[in-house]
């Protein structure tokens, strides 16, 4: 068994992944901002040029959605320490406390600005479901569309403990091997669709390629950082095989099925050219991205429900008016700057408290542990005396 050393606690950020963070997010608010102000009215609709055509022809939400998932790749599976007492409970407590405040507080939000003020109907049972973030295991409808992207980081974070539980977290080999079993299996899927010239109509096999994307991030950081890993052939093999077939086989392969366009596989392809650039060619370090970087996760779960009460209220004016006439990069602008002002009263006011709370919560919880393991001890010697 090739181990990854057990990895120390990191007092410092890594500033270059906040960078990344950033980017990812902005990505995303540049595909809804098209989708919210584009349609304001035909004389926004002819402005835009390359900043609408990209759009067109790119789905950049989707290629910041996979620097998310590389990211918690990069990321999740080492801040987990199995060599400090209780280490499933005090990562489950301290992701709890990092996940759900910020989206208890968007999930009403968004429930109001997609559905309630449009007179469109929004259920309190779904709404309730919304907020254990297990809507789509219920069938039920997201009060905002991103949400999908957080039950997969569930999911992720359930396998992560599973494979700490069976001493396998740490053991790169395992881990490659978990990646490509669960990248094989859309593959597959993709495979025998391409064959018919027909599209993947169900997001189930994207589960099985999403998680593999995590698992591959995962494996970039064992093999780049020195500080967490070390070499193993096998394992190095895998990881050469998974970044080929999502960088050049699939994209090329739905090239040369379906054309230039529809082609999800692309924006993986993006996604890991962007995580790579800014991982090792490209570390970008600056006050900025740090702050994008740190609100980041209020950026991506308050921006469509900034931008759908911006366009209600822009819908609510004269068709031709100013209000509704302007150049789509004001509109970008001015959403941008509402966006940003929201996420950081969302990061002082909800997420950080909401962190430490959580690494309070999850210190008591590891004492708790060790006072009743002592315990124990005490019993046993007594016993034995």
């Not at 005090?90 to 968004?110: D, G, T």
């Not at 589960?207 to 093999?223: D, Y």
């Not at 991506?300 to 429900?305: G, K, N």
């Not at 819908?315 to 789509?328: D, E």
Request: charged content about 15%.
């Amino acid at each position: 068994m090739t181990e990854i050393p057990l990895p120390a606690p990191r007092a410092e950020r890594l500033r270059y992944v906040d960078a990344l963070r950033a980017i990812a997010a902005l990505l995303v608010v540049w595909l809804h901002t098209i989708a919210a102000f584009g349609r304001v009215s035909p004389e926004t609709q002819a402005t835009g040029g390359w900043f609408r055509a990209v759009v067109a022809n790119v789905d950049v939400g989707h290629v910041g959605v996979v620097v998310f998932f590389l990211i918690s790749g990069f990321v999740i599976p080492f801040s987990i320490l199995p060599d400090r007492a209780a280490p499933v409970g005090a990562f489950a407590i301290k992701r709890f406390f990092r996940i759900y405040p910020a989206y208890w507080v968007s999930v009403p939000l968004a429930a109001l600005v997609v559905f309630w003020i449009w007179g469109t109907a929004f259920s309190t049972r779904e709404l309730l479901i919304n907020l254990t973030l297990l809507q789509d295991v219920f069938g039920v409808r997201a009060a905002e569309g991103v949400y999908w992207t957080l039950l997969v980081e569930l999911v992720f974070y359930a396998l992560c403990i599973v494979l700490l539980v069976t001493r396998s977290l740490f053991d790169v080999r395992r881990v490659a091997l978990v990646a490509a079993v669960l990248g094989l299996v859309y593959v597959a899927v993709q495979a025998s669709h391409w064959v018919r010239h027909l599209y993947i109509t169900s997001s189930v096999p994207y589960w099985f390629l999403n998680l593999s994307v995590m698992f591959t991030g995962a494996l970039l950081r064992s093999r780049w950082d020195d500080t967490v890993g070390r070499r193993d052939r096998i394992a190095d093999l895998l990881l050469g095989g998974l970044i080929v077939t999502y960088v050049l086989v699939l994209p090329i392969g739905a090239w040369l099925v379906f054309g230039p366009q529809h082609n999800m596989p692309l924006t993986y392809a993006i996604g890991f050219a962007i995580f790579m650039l800014g991982t090792r060619a490209v570390r970008i370090e600056t006050r900025v991205s740090d702050w994008l970087g740190r609100i980041s996760y209020s950026i991506y779960l308050f921006h469509v429900i900034v931008f759908t009460a911006i366009e209600w209220w822009l819908l609510k004016q004269p068709a031709g008016s100013t209000w509704r006439t302007q150049h789509l990069g004001v509109y970008a602008a001015v959403g941008l700057a509402a966006v940003l002002v929201i996420a950081s009263l969302s990061y002082r006011l909800v997420e950080r408290p909401g962190i430490r709370l959580g690494h309070r919560l999850a210190t008591t919880w590891q004492e708790r542990v060790l006072r009743h393991r002592g315990a124990g001890q005490d019993t046993a010697a007594a016993s034995t005396s």
